[in-house]
Structures are given as structure tokens and as C-alpha cells.
């Protein structure tokens, strides 16, 4: 039987203070799901990809991701603003 836990990484990036995103928070199962529930609450997107996540939870909280993560995380940041109503040009909020 193979059984998948639940991964939730939260991450940071603010263009004027970041080089690039951070991981602020990261955890397992119950850590997860509090995780999530509180980006929840805070209106803050999230995106589930899995592949993704089992990369960025092996890294150091408040650790700026590596550059070649850089990519896949434009990406992601691309996704954030679309949601979030800004064009791929403006920042600023914490994802």
C-alpha cells in the first residue's frame, strides 16, 4: 500500500526586500494542513503541485531558493499575480 502525506510549504517574496522567494514554513500531515488552513484564512493562493513540494520542503526555513529553482518558480510567482489581480510586472505580496 503506498500512502502520500501531506506536504504544505509556505513561501515569501517581496520584490524590494527578497533576491528571491524564501521558505518561511514547511511541514508534514498535521504541520500541513495548518499550514494551508492559515493561508486560508489570510486569502493567500495556494497551488498544489506535489513534485514541487517534496523539492522546496527539503530546504532550510528562511532560506532563499535556489537558482535552479528560479524557473519553475517564475512560474509560480506568474500564477500568484494572475490570481491575485496584478499584472506579472507588479509585486509585493507574500505568497
Known sequence: MISQRQ??????????KDVAPRVTAKG???????????????????REDADLAQVLV?????RVIPPELYKVMAEVLAWVYSVNGHAVAGAGKAV
Do not use: G, M, N
Open 7 to 16: 506536504i504544505a510549504v509556505a513561501l515569501r517574496y517581496l520584490r524590494e
Open 28 to 46: 508534514y500531515d498535521h504541520v500541513a494542513a495548518e499550514i494551508v488552513r492559515i493561508a486560508r484564512e489570510h486569502s493567500i493562493p495556494i
Open 58 to 62: 527539503k530546504l532550510d526555513t528562511d
